[in-house]
Each structure stands twice: as structure tokens, then as C-alpha cells.
């Protein structure tokens, strides 16, 4: 036989060979940890559809960040679940906010640590939408003003980054304005750009508390089938003033990631979601799939599609996993 042939194979014969050529690494420090606080006392309860993940009160909280911070990851971002919900939302932008408690209670003790808040009206009011409604709709403009106050509330509290994930046009621009006139023209805005109506949010709303009253969310989360949206959608946010692009859920839109990621050169960051946590673990504990490998195999996937940060209820344990590794 005379064979002309390329052999890829030589560059995968050892370990050491396959370390040398390994084009993409993931570290502690590429990840951000989400956290829901409650107003209860004494309580670090788990959401019962997603293991190893839990809801603290403030006085449960620092030992949670504590472990975050020792295992080498530099930012959280926090989910609130208040005791009181309205109309409006009010306890989203009250100074005594059950975000801005945390806030400050953490930036005190763990000065380091980045603290990430997420901008949105949906676990704070009674209908658990992300804006204002009349007859039966969310309204657009009348929310921004809510939103651009909550955002501020949020960073005099301490936040070092405002992530607005309600998926209102023009909310980028609308904070940007609000933090500036604040004072706060320093605060970056990591945006949910490109933010999907996505079934596998599913647990997170348990976490949070924050499933819609009536309807879903269809009207301001984009349509899963499109992809020119998505870049649309991430150009008006650059536009506008957006520091960080997120891309949410993570894993079936990896294409988007890539492409948002070509598109603007700004550092981008995946959310892995609550569902894409819950597959992994429900699997994992069946004994049906090995969950640390198939979870690492996950997280180097939206690393290689071009995310810069991992927004990852895997942080923990993914941190821990490279540790060992490492070890
Ligand atoms: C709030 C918000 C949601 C998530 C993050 N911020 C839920 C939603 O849009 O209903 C979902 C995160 C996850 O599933 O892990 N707007």
C-alpha cells in the first residue's frame, strides 16, 4: 500500500504530548458563582431540582462566599428572594433590599470578591415578570426607569457590576445613564444580550421563586430558532454601552457564543444554566453518566465556542475538580 496520509495521531500519543498542544485551559478564575439569598434566618435550604445548590439567609451567607473565595473564584453573581413582592417590584431598588443587604454584608467582609448584581424586576414582583404590566403586557419604557433605579441601589450598595438580565429594549443605555448622573461612570454593565426563552430555566425559577403568575416570557426573551436576532440584539447593546456580552442558556447556543464572540470582541460570558445544571446531575447521581467528567467536558466546550467567563452553578465543584487535578 502506498498511502498519502496526514497523521494527527502523533500529537495525541502521551499526556505530556497532549498537554503540550491543548488549545483551550479552564481555570477557577473564568467562572462566576450565582447565589440566592432569602429574608428567612438560620437557613441554607437546597433547591430540590438542583442538588448542591442552595438559598441562604445573611446569616448563613459568608461561609458560603468564604469557600468561593478560597477555591480561587474571583466573582459571585446574587439572586434575591423577598419576603414582600409587589406591582412594582419596590423591594428590587429599597436601600434595604434584601440584595442590597447582601451586598454590603459581603463587600465588608470579603472586600476581593466581585460582586455581580443581577438588574431584574421578576423575583421581586407579585406577577414575576421583568417589567411593569398593563393589560396583560409588559411594558417597555416604563420599566427602564425602575430598572436604571435598581441598578443604582445596587452599586451604592457595593456591586461592582450591573448585569441586567430583563430584556427590556434600550436597558443597557437607560442603566448607563442612570449610574452615570449617579456618579458611578466607572460600574461596567455586563449585559444579557442575547437572553433566550429557554424551557431550561425551568429550576432556576424554583431557586428564585420566580416563575411568571400568567403567561411566560416570550414577548422579551428571544425566539430559540433565531440567530441574525441574536446579533442583532448584541450589536444594540455594544451600541449602547455594554462592557461584558452574555449569552443565556449556554449549551445549545454555543454557535451564538462563537458568533457574538467574532462579532464584537468583547469579552463574553456563557451561562450555564439551571437546567443544563439539573440534566447533569440527575444523570450523574443515576449513575448513568460519570458528572465530573461530563461536566468539565461541558464547561471546556463554551471555553473553546469563545466565552471568556463561565456564569456556572458548577463553579464549586469544577474549581475543586481542577485542584485535584492539578494536584
Ligand atoms: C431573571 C433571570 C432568570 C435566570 C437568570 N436571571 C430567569 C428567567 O428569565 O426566567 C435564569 C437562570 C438559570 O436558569 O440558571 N430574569
Known amino acids: ?166 430584556m427590556m429594549d434600550g436597558f443597557v443605555i437607560a442603566i448607563r445613564q442612570g449610574l452615570d448622573e449617579a456618579g458611578y461612570a466607572h460600574i461596567p454593565i455586563m449585559s444579557y444580550a442575547v437572553k433566550y426563552a429557554s424551557a431550561f430555566y425551568g429550576p432556576f425559577r424554583d431557586a428564585a421563586n420566580s416563575a411568571p403568575a400568567f403567561g411566560d416570557r416570550k414577548t422579551y426573551q428571544m425566539d430559540p430558532a433565531n440567530r441574525e436576532e441574536a446579533l442583532r440584539e448584541a450589536s444594540s447593546d455594544v451600541e449602547q454601552g455594554a462592557d461584558f456580552l452574555i449569552v443565556k442558556p449556554a449549551l445549545s447556543y454555543l454557535d451564538i457564543v462563537r458568533e457574538v464572540k467574532n462579532e464584537t470582541g468583547l469579552p463574553i460570558v456563557a451561562y450555564n444554566v439551571s437546567g443544563e445544571y439539573a440534566m447533569v446531575k440527575a444523570a450523574g447521581q443515576n449513575g448513568w453518566i460519570d458528572e465530573r467528567a461530563v461536566a468539565l467536558e461541558k464547561l471546556i466546550s463554551m471555553k473553546r465556542a469563545g466565552a471568556d467567563l463561565i456564569l456556572t452553578y458548577f463553579a464549586k465543584d469544577a474549581a475543586r475538580w481542577l485542584l485535584e487535578a492539578n494536584q
Do not use: W
Request: with cysteine; glycine share 6%.
Open 1 to 166: 500500500m502506498n498511502l498519502e496520509f496526514k497523521r494527527h495521531r502523533r500529537l495525541r500519543k502521551s499526556p505530556a504530548m497532549r498537554k503540550m498542544v491543548r488549545e483551550t485551559e479552564l481555570n477557577a478564575g473564568d467562572f462566576i458563582y450565582p447565589i440566592f439569598i432569602t429574608e428567612e434566618q438560620g437557613e441554607k435550604k437546597e433547591v430540590s431540582s438542583m442538588p448542591g445548590v442552595f438559598q441562604f439567609s445573611l446569616d448563613r451567607l459568608n461561609a458560603e462566599v468564604a469557600e468561593v473565595q478560597e477555591l480561587g473564584i474571583p466573582a459571585i453573581i446574587l439572586f434575591g428572594l423577598p419576603h414582600h413582592k409587589d406591582e412594582v417590584g419596590s423591594q428590587a431598588y429599597a436601600s434595604q433590599g434584601v440584595i442590597q443587604r447582601a451586598t454590603r454584608q459581603i463587600k465588608q467582609a470579603f472586600p476581593d470578591m466581585i460582586v455581580i448584581a443581577d438588574t431584574c424586576l421578576c423575583e421581586f414582583t407579585d406577577h414575576g415578570h421583568c417589567g411593569l404590566i398593563e393589560d396583560g403586557d409588559v411594558l417597555n419604557d416604563e420599566s427602564l426607569e425602575l430598572l436604571a433605579k435598581t441598578a443604582v441601589s445596587q452599586v451604592e450598595a457595593g456591586a461592582d457590576i450591573i448585569a441586567p438580565s430583563n
